[in-house]
């Protein structure tokens, strides 16, 4: 009987943890409208990254279709590291552009006091 009321409670338990990611497709979503906002399309790399995220989106509403809540919610985790990566990225060829636009019109400047 006690053996029957662990397995019962392990079950019941186990059951209660399997969720529908709906906060986490939420949130990679959320994700890669950053990305897109951050210019990720127009820098390769970032691009990349960004398409990456979309395609694992997708992936995950394959496995969500499937019952394959677990499998659904790790793709989702990988998409919004990716689209974090391609935030990143992105934000770091802007920065590199503003960078290379400052030193540009410092030389600008130096030439003009000579």
């Known amino acids: 009987m006690r053996r029957a009321m662990w ?7 186990a ?4 969720r529908v990611p ?3 497709l939420a949130e990679s ?3 890669v409208r950053v990305a897109e906002q951050a210019g990720a399309a127009g820098d390769a790399d970032a691009a990349l990254y960004l398409m990456r995220a979309r395609q694992q989106i997708d992936d995950a ?7 394959r809540y677990g499998d659904a ?4 985790e990988r998409a919004g590291m990716d689209a974090k990566l391609a935030t ?3 934000r770091a060829a802007s ?11 410092v030389d600008e400047l130096k030439a003009r006091v000579r």
């Open 95 to 105: 920065a590199r552009a503003d960078a290379r636009d400052a030193q540009r019109q």
């Open 15 to 18: 059951c209660a943890t399997v």
């Open 7 to 13: 397995l019962g409670c392990l079950l019941a338990g």
């Open 61 to 67: 509403q394959v496995l969500i279709a499937h019952d």
């Open 22 to 24: 709906t906060g986490e």
């Open 73 to 76: 919610r790790r793709t989702l």
């Open 88 to 90: 990143a990225l992105a």
């Open 29 to 31: 979503r959320a994700q």
